[in-house]
């Protein structure tokens, strides 16, 4: 089992940037595939973005493509969501969730250890 704790989010202006930290601990970081979510007031948690768990591979939802970024530390047991470019609909709490499986998925069910979120609240 893994335990994971999200850090990093805040109130933010549109056009800023953000980095978001998601540390894990309780059990090997290198055996789980990574996720970022979020859920706005509202709305269905939804899928952020994804990493394999050699960090090889990558999975965006198309409307943070080319702004957004996904990376981990294996060293660190730490995945991080870079972003860039925020828009007001970035708003939300985001969170990280983890699964050992072998390969990547964006499917949000897929994924069994869930952090408990950190806000993220982009204004206009």
């Known amino acids: 089992q893994v335990q994971l704790v999200e850090s990093g989010g805040g109130l933010v202006q549109a056009g800023d940037s953000l980095r978001l930290s998601c540390a894990a601990s309780?059990?090997?970081?290198?055996?789980?595939?990574m996720g970022w979510f979020r859920q706005a007031p509202g709305k269905e948690r939804e899928t952020v973005a994804a990493?394999?768990?050699?960090?090889?591979?990558?999975y965006y939802a198309d409307s943070v493509k080319g702004r957004f970024t996904i990376s981990r530390d294996n060293a660190k047991n730490t995945v991080y969501l870079q972003m860039n470019s925020l828009k007001p609909e970035d708003t939300g709490v985001y969170f990280c969730?983890?699964?050992?499986?072998?390969?990547?998925?964006?499917?949000?069910?897929?994924?069994?250890?869930w952090g408990q979120g950190t806000q993220v609240t982009v204004s206009s």
């Open positions: 969730a983890a699964d050992q499986r072998a390969w990547i998925t964006s499917n949000r069910d897929a994924y069994h250890y």
């Open positions: 309780g059990h090997t970081f290198s055996a789980y595939v």
């Open positions: 990493i394999a768990r050699s960090g090889g591979s990558t």
